[in-house]
């Protein structure tokens, strides 16, 4: 890469340097060339209204011409001026002379031989030099300030190029350096990347790792079950069908989460504003019919009117609903779930009454897999990937997620969702 952007800066360097040199010459000659056009026209027209003036006004006449013109013009005579050039003249003569590089001298001799104009001393539009020094300057400063240019890209590319090396072989932390205040767009896209790569890469491993774990269990106890099977006598075949019925459905229930983990991460966020108040009627309703069918648990409801979300509503709601779920399998008979606002974000929690999580490990339910007690989870059922789910939607949406107490005397989850206010 670096011999390649080498080329390409000294590829650019020469044709800078070319087009400099032709733009400069063609000025210099045809500025050179205007200013000297139109000095001489001045010179010949001071000229030409002096020599039809009668000699003896032509000084007068000349003192009313000078202050028109940029030239200064003095009145000779004809021995001064073949004195100064150096040779003889005639009457209607022009006589140039050039006295230094940076002085000319124009005589015109007066048809009727009474003297000369003398104009002078004209200095010629560009100085002799100047184009050279400033070839030299533009040859040694534009490959200055190309190479510093070049030196400060080349460096955050190759810093970029590093990064993609180690991406490549598996480092996935790494990442770019951008410091504060540097517009450097292509660091912070590859930093993006490199981010959502590793999240990917990362999402996979756990998924493998879980599959291979979580589905030995039921599959070991279904291939028992059905060596049992074998050898039991009809009157406990019922008994063995209805447990492996009930390994199936903790199987679908496994899949199901684990689709519904991946998809959290990786849906495309649809997000505008709504009112979240008929959505949370809806899963506390669904909530009480589920509980009045196992067990009784009240399932309250405490919503603001007017409040607005920003979110994607499908993944809010599916957020809201495995919070509820969670609930609702460890309350011992109360549930709240609630809404309330706050300046930029609005808050849903959802309290309950049950045994609460300890707080060492509020941190740890929101990994994926992660349960709290074997026992506990054999008699209220789940994978562990519930908060996991949740707390991937509501990172997503720039939310927040917290586990506390809950006045109820179980465990409280609450988590924050933006404001339409905020996306303005």
Same mark, same amino acid.
Request: net charge negative.
């Given at each position: 890469m670096r011999r390649s952007f080498l080329k390409l800066i000294v590829s650019s360097v020469l044709l800078c340097w070319a087009a400099g040199f032709v733009a400069m010459v063609l000025y210099a000659r045809?500025?050179?060339?205007?200013?000297?056009?139109?000095?001489?026209?001045?010179?010949?027209?001071?000229?030409?209204?002096?020599?039809?003036?009668?000699?003896?006004?032509?000084?007068?006449?000349?003192?009313?011409?000078?202050?028109?013109?940029?030239?200064?013009?003095?009145?000779?005579?004809?021995?001064? @001026?073949?004195?100064?050039?150096?040779?003889? @003249?005639?009457?209607?003569?022009?006589?140039?002379?050039?006295?230094?590089?940076?002085?000319?001298?124009?005589? /015109? +001799?007066?048809?009727?031989?009474?003297?000369?104009?003398?104009?002078?001393? +004209?200095?010629?539009?560009?100085?002799?030099? +100047?184009?050279?020094?400033?070839?030299?300057?533009?040859?040694?400063?534009?490959?200055?300030?190309?190479?510093?240019?070049?030196?400060? +890209?080349?460096?955050?590319?190759?810093?970029?190029?590093?990064?993609?090396?180690?991406?490549?072989?598996?480092?996935?932390s790494v990442r770019v350096d951008d410091p504060p205040g540097s517009p450097d767009e292509l660091a912070a896209s590859f930093n993006v990347m490199a981010e959502r790569v590793e999240r990917l890469i990362?999402?996979?491993d756990e998924l493998v790792q879980a599959v291979s774990h979580e589905l030995g269990s039921p599959l070991s106890r279904l291939r028992f079950h059905m060596e049992l099977l074998e050898n039991q006598p009809d009157a406990r075949r019922e008994e063995r069908l209805d447990a492996m019925t009930r390994e199936l459905d903790a199987l679908d229930e496994l899949v199901a989460e684990l689709l519904s983990y991946v998809q959290s991460d990786e849906l495309e966020l649809e997000r505008h504003a709504f009112d979240p108040n008929r959505g949370l009627g809806d899963l506390a309703e669904l909530a009480r019919l589920e509980a009045s069918e196992d067990r009784a648990v009240e399932v309250g409801l405490a919503v603001s009117g007017g409040a607005s979300v920003f979110a994607d509503p499908r993944l809010f709601q599916r957020a809201v609903e495995n919070i509820l779920r969670n609930a609702m399998k460890y309350a011992r008979g109360n549930v709240l779930l609630e809404l309330t606002q706050e300046d930029e974000h609005v808050r849903v929690a959802v309290h309950d009454d049950g045994p609460g999580i300890p707080?060492?490990?509020?941190?740890?339910?929101?990994?994926?897999?992660?349960?709290?007690?074997?026992?506990?989870?054999?008699?209220?059922?789940?994978?562990? /990937?519930? /908060?996991?789910?949740?707390?991937r939607i509501v990172h997503r949406h720039g939310g927040r997620l917290a586990i506390d107490s809950s006045p109820l005397g179980g465990a409280m989850v609450a988590t924050w969702w933006p404001r339409p206010e905020t996306h303005r």
């Open positions: 045809n500025q050179s060339w205007l200013d000297d056009r139109a000095r001489r026209d001045g010179v010949f027209l001071a000229y030409e209204l002096l020599d039809q003036a009668p000699a003896q006004s032509r000084a007068e006449r000349l003192s009313e011409l000078q202050q028109h013109f940029s030239v200064d013009f003095t009145l000779i005579s004809l021995d001064e @001026v073949e004195r100064r050039v150096g040779r003889s @003249v005639s009457p209607g003569e022009e006589v140039p002379q050039r006295v230094s590089p940076r002085e000319e001298w124009y005589f /015109l +001799v007066f048809d009727d031989g009474q003297g000369a104009l003398a104009a002078g001393p +004209v200095h010629p539009a560009i100085p002799p030099g +100047v184009l050279p020094v400033g070839l030299i300057l533009a040859i040694v400063g534009l490959p200055l300030v190309a190479g510093l240019i070049a030196l400060r +890209v080349e460096k955050r590319l190759t810093k970029v190029e590093r990064a993609s090396q180690a991406l490549a072989v598996g480092d996935l990362r999402s996979r707080e060492e490990l509020r941190e740890k339910v929101m990994i994926p897999f992660f349960r709290l007690e074997a026992d506990r989870d054999r008699k209220t059922g789940g994978v562990g /990937l519930g /908060l996991a789910i949740v707390s």
